[in-house]
T-cell receptor
Framework: GENVEQHPSTLSVQEGDSAVIKCTYS??????FPWYKQELGKGPQLIID?????GEKKDQRIAVTLNKTAKHFSLHITETQPEDSAVYFC???????????FGAGTILRVKS | NAGVTQTPKFRILKIGQSMTLQCTQD?????MYWYRQDPGMGLKLIYY???????DKGEVPNGYNVSRSTTEDFPLRLELAAPSQTSVYFC?????????????FGPGTRLTVT
C-alpha cells in the first residue's frame, strides 16, 4: 500500500523567512496530494492541494510543487507569520477510492 | 452549515468499558471517515464509508466497529476499551464529484483509557 514520509518533524523559522516541508510517497498510482494545517485543539483543514497532472500550484504565500518522477512533493510558505505556527500534514490519494494516506506531520514554529 | 460535528469532546474510560463516538455532517457528503491521531504518527484511517449501509476497514480497524444507517451519521463504537486506544479521534467527510477529494474534519474527540 501507499506510504508517505514527511520531513522535517519540527521546523523553526524567523518571522518573514520561508519554510519548506517535504514529502515522499511510494505508490506511483497516487494522483492527488493535499496539504492540511492543524491548529491546536482543532481538526485538520485543507490549505492547498495538487493533482498529478500539474507540477506547481500557488495560493498567495503558499505553494506546492510535485515531482512525479521522483515521487515527492513539497509545501512552500513564504513571508511566514506567527499565525502560520501549526502542525502541517501532507497526504497522498492512492488510485483506489477517496482514501488519504497521511504523513506524520511537521510542527512549524514561527518566531517573532 | 455546522459542517462535521463530533461528540463528546473529551472522555475518560476505564479498561474494558465501551462507548460510542458520535459524528454527524450536514453537508450531504457521501463519504465519511474515522481517523485516530497519535503523537508523531499522523492520522491513521480506522474505518470509512462510501454511503449509507456501506462500510469498510481502513488501516487500523481492530477494536472498533462502525455503522452507517443514514447519510448524516457515522458513529464509531469501541468495545472493551484498552490503553492502546488512548488517542484523538477525528471524523471527516467528502462529497462525491470530480473535485471531491477534500476531506472536511470535525474538531475531534480526545479519549483516554486508564
Amino acid at each position: 500500500g501507499e506510504n508517505v514520509e514527511q520531513h522535517p518533524s519540527t521546523l523553526s523559522v524567523q518571522e518573514g523567512d520561508s519554510a519548506v516541508i517535504k514529502c515522499t510517497y511510494s505508490d506511483s498510482a497516487s494522483n492527488y496530494f493535499p496539504w492540511y494545517k492543524q491548529e491546536l485543539g482543532k481538526g485538520p483543514q485543507l490549505i492547498i492541494d495538487i493533482r498529478s497532472n500539474v507540477g506547481e500550484k500557488k495560493d498567495q504565500r503558499i505553494a506546492v510543487t510535485l515531482n512525479k518522477t521522483a515521487k515527492h512533493f513539497s509545501l512552500h510558505i513564504t513571508e511566514t507569520q506567527p499565525e502560520d505556527s501549526a502542525v502541517y500534514f501532507c497526504a497522498a490519494n492512492p488510485e483506489y477510492g477517496n482514501k488519504l494516506v497521511f504523513g506524520a506531520g511537521t510542527i512549524l514554529r514561527v518566531k517573532s | 452549515n455546522a459542517g462535521v460535528t463530533q461528540t463528546p469532546k473529551f472522555r475518560i474510560l476505564k479498561i474494558g468499558q465501551s462507548m460510542t463516538l458520535q459524528c454527524t455532517q450536514d453537508m450531504n457528503h457521501n463519504y465519511m471517515y474515522w481517523y485516530r491521531q497519535d503523537p508523531g504518527m499522523g492520522l491513521k484511517l480506522i474505518y470509512y464509508s462510501v454511503g449509507a449501509g456501506i462500510t469498510d476497514k481502513g488501516e487500523v480497524p481492530n477494536g472498533y466497529n462502525v455503522s452507517r444507517s443514514t447519510t448524516e451519521d457515522f458513529p464509531l463504537r469501541l468495545e472493551l476499551a484498552a490503553p492502546s486506544q488512548t488517542s484523538v479521534y477525528f471524523c471527516a467527510s467528502t462529497p462525491v464529484g470530480l473535485r471531491s477529494n477534500e476531506q472536511y474534519f470535525g474538531p475531534g474527540t480526545r479519549l483516554t483509557v486508564t
